[in-house]
């Protein structure tokens, strides 16, 4: 089953609100195995929301149109599809009643542009909105499945979980499941190139690579009839990709980088502490996003000068004179100071250029050393990043927790 | 002159990537009075860009279409549009150069697969991507300007902004600018109805609120016919605005606090340092994010323990153990101890709690005290926050800094 999405507001497409609607809604069905096929924002206005939807009728079975169901003139969804579609708008006294009881429960009075939020087509099935006034609706026509949600997404979203799921599994008899695998430290050319046989869209779903916040993503899809055929199909093709990856592999779904440390850390009862000088607080301030961190975490510091890298981390006034900070020595210095001092088991540090000024021929903008010392001894990463000062921050912190997470794994 | 907004991919449409290329394409060319009429998402299939060109040349004059410009297989809008306009792909040896510097740059095979992106459309101008491996390019065909944008947003962003406008803005046969004013500390109602008699539409451009990153954005946009006449009206709206909003207003533009911070300290030759809890270092790196900020800023300790909070900050045991971490006292007792220990003009402190667990009856998830010691004496803060974890720790990070900015007016 196909589906396609139309969002309706001058908001959306005059970009003052992004799309989320849209996402939702097409993360949602896929679930189900209804696939959606393309995506549409259109202005307030009858004639665009008419084109839109008869362009939809034309490639998808289910038909979501978010927005334009309140009560100002230009909230026309419910009449351009009434018109286009020969379909007839009717008032429903007990929608009426419903939405003087909720502005009465308000204390505000109703006014009479409201009204016309209780009328619908009429062989549609009303889907009640909880969280504000303008109620949804959905019928079937010519073998299509029309369904109109408001567009504030706390709405939307509250009616789609409650009324539109439930409708929809009933017409659908498929299961679908889905598996993100997030890697770090390959590009996505040579990670596609890796699992370039299993890379296509098949009959039982499709695998495909997309890149993310400094990440490349695999995506498997899979459908079929059973829980246990789908599944057990997601488990083939996620063992075969690892074959072809293992390494770079830092987590599925959801999952961040930095809570698998995190978690990592507290099962094996080790304490962590950090000393940073280009990323400035930012390998701390990322572990520390994590909740329970406390227990593995007390202390870091923020050394961006050279009297603060010895004074915090004992780096030698010689080391610093003869290499200067960024050398392999000072980041090595400076991790094994901090853990130290601070009587953890791992001490991590950073010391680079992040530009835009600083930059020399031996020592460019995006030359950054990352220490990791551990109980076993200590370890100094070279890299040569690019990008803006923040991006090199960013990508220097990811570097030192994906170093770190492989030496905990 | 109308446009249209293409997004190219599956990640789009399949609800995984939320589509904020197409808004922010959206806002930024209504500057220059070229107005959007519709946002499209297709999947990686020939076909379907093509049919959404295909329309999008029936309503639109400037037709974007971003994403698709990738090394892999799916990657397939050059060839799309190419064979629906009957414009010929062609290998640019200039290209291909360059794509092989980038990966002999980053030491890196550059695979086969790769080649592709540097084929073009003959009459193309190819866009060139300081971000990554996929060039753009625009063109003009049949009164049509069609151009073509990586999906990554940051590349897209920067290639925008340093290719596209300035393409755009030779076309549009008016000045124009935008001013936006960045306010903090009062919420988009309460400023709008401040500034109510300006806001709207009207023949010279308009004055509109929009919610940004825990910001409320005013933006003025003004055209005409001269450069002079058009900076003249944007000044005096800007005069108007301010005398309603003085108090809350941080900074104008793509201007960010931390930067309008470190640049005050420095003229004041004021040096900073920073004792962290709950935001764990995001202070310190969010100063540090400000090229030049050496000169101000030595050091910062994160103190997630209370006995960290001790060493590293003379936070009394006393204290600790009477009032606990998360108070008022402790908050004055780490600005002031960072700030005499680091030997600075200026220490800022922050202890709180962000969730999700560790909330109480009196201390819920959200109570965070920051602290801001000067030379004429300390202030503490208390501040009550909503949201996730993050959220908590990043409003903690905005509201310390506007306080500090405040100070430093």
């Known amino acids: 089953m196909k589906a396609e999405i139309i969002a309706v507001g001058n908001e959306i497409v005059y970009g003052h609100t992004v799309n989320t609607n849209a996402s939702y809604i097409a993360q949602s069905i896929q679930e189900l195995g209804i696939i959606p096929q393309c995506m549409v924002a259109v202005c307030d ?10 362009m939809a009728m ?44 909720y502005f009465r429960r308000l204390n ?29 609706c959905l019928f079937e026509v010519d073998g299509h499945t029309i369904i109109l949600l408001p567009g504030p ?17 009933q017409k659908v008899d498929q299961v679908f499941r889905s598996l993100d695998i997030h890697c770090f430290g390959i590009g996505e050319s040579e990670l596609a190139s890796r699992i370039k046989p299993l890379l296509g869209t098949y009959e039982w779903g499709s695998v495909a690579t997309y890149v993310g916040n400094y990440e490349v993503i695999v995506r498997i899809v899979v459908y079929g009839k059973t829980e246990d055929g789908v599944n057990q199909q997601i488990a083939n093709i996620k063992d075969k990709i690892e074959k072809c990856l293992e390494d770079f592999v830092i987590g599925y ?65 010689e080391t610093l004179q003869r290499v200067g900070a960024v050398s392999e020595e000072t980041a090595r210095e400076m991790a094994e100071g901090i853990r130290r001092r601070a009587k953890t088991q791992i001490g991590l540090s950073t010391t680079g250029i992040a530009g835009p000024g600083g930059g020399t021929v031996e020592k460019p903008v995006g030359l950054v050393y990352i220490g990791i010392s551990l109980p076993e001894g200590t370890e100094v990463y070279k ?3 690019s990008g803006t000062r923040q991006e090199i921050r960013e990508k220097t912190v990811k570097n030192i927790l994906f170093k770190l997470y492989k030496k905990l794994k």
């Open 58 to 101: 034309q490639r998808a079975d289910v038909i979501f149109i978010t927005g334009g169901l309140g009560p100002t003139p230009d909230d026309l969804t419910k009449e351009a599809v009434c018109h286009l579609l020969g379909e007839e708008l009717v008032m429903l006294p007990e929608e009426l009643e419903k939405l003087k009881t």
């Open 153 to 169: 997404p706390k709405e939307m979203k509250a009616m789609f979980i409650e009324y539109v799921l439930p409708y929809l599994r």
């Open 45 to 54: 206005e009858e004639s665009a929301i008419q084109e839109a939807v008869r």
């Open 108 to 136: 505000r009075e109703m006014v009479t542009i409201n009204e016309k939020q209780a009328a619908f087509p009429k062989k549609a099935k009303v889907l009640p909105n909880h969280c504000g006034t303008a109620p949804g």
């Open 383 to 385: 890299l040569q990043l």
């Open 253 to 317: 779904n959801n999952e961040k980088l930095e809570e698998n440390i995190v978690k990592r850390l507290i099962e094996k009862g080790y304490s962590i502490s950090t000393v940073e000088s280009c990323t400035g607080g930012l390998v701390a301030a990322t572990l520390i996003n994590c909740g329970g961190v406390s227990s593995c975490f007390n202390e870091g510091v923020v050394t961006y000068s050279n009297e603060a890298k010895m004074r915090y981390a004992d780096v030698k006034e």
